[in-house]
Each structure stands twice: as C-alpha cells, then as structure tokens.
Nanobody
C-alpha cells in the first residue's frame, strides 16, 4: 500500500524551529517529486516547498524563503522540511505529497500531486 506519513509537528513559540519528516512506504520516494503544503484555518491550501527527484532543484513560496529548507534522503525514503524563525502565520496543517515525474530536476507545487499524507499540525504561538 502506497503511503506517506508526516511527523514532527507541534507547538512552538514565535522564532522557534521545527523539522517535519515525510516518510514513504510501499514505493520508492526517489522516483517522485515531493512537495510540502499547508492549510491554515479558514484558508485554502497553499504550496510551501517542493524538491525534485534528485534533490538538485527546490522551490519555495516567497513567504518562507530564507526560513524553510526542504531536503531529501532517498536512501531513507524520506523528505524533510526544516522550519526556522517560525511566525504565527505559519500555523496550519502541513501535508507532504508526491507526484511521479520523468524529469530529474524540476518541481512545482502547482502540479497535480497524486499521493498525500494525513498531515501534521504546526502551531506557532506564545
């Protein structure tokens, strides 16, 4: 069974850090582009960051550039999202998603991702 499982969410104070993990089972994550998305209460889901199959290309939303870093360890079938300098507006449910791609070094959060995790809650509050 193809599955993505997020972990690492929690409650953190403004300025703090969290590291989210997205672990895949049932398929080889290295064959897929992976994206992180988030949905705040009352708002639409938005793309946060994505990483190409080989890890050589990443893209991030302007709101998180310089603060969030996406990376992957294909040997561990896992993608990470390191989140620093967190702000209250970063609060939301964070999802990882995967899409197959024939291109080694491209990614976009606007693509139609096929596989989704169940999400992990991130709350930034004092």
């Amino acid at each position: 069974q193809l599955q993505l499982v997020e972990s690492g969410g929690g409650l953190v104070q403004p300025g703090g850090s969290l590291r989210l993990s997205c672990a895949a089972s049932g398929f080889t994550l290295g064959d897929y582009v992976v994206g992180w998305f988030r949905q705040a209460p009352g708002k639409e889901r938005e793309g946060v960051s994505c990483i190409s199959r080989g890890g050589g290309t990443t893209n991030s939303a302007d709101s998180v550039k310089g603060r969030f870093t996406i990376s992957r360890d294909n040997a561990k079938n896992t993608v990470f999202l390191q989140m620093n300098s967190l702000k209250p507006e970063d609060t939301g449910v964070y999802y990882c998603a995967a899409i197959s791609s024939p291109v080694q070094d491209m990614c976009s959060t606007s693509w139609e991702y096929r596989y989704w995790g169940q999400g992990t809650q991130v709350t930034v509050s004092s």
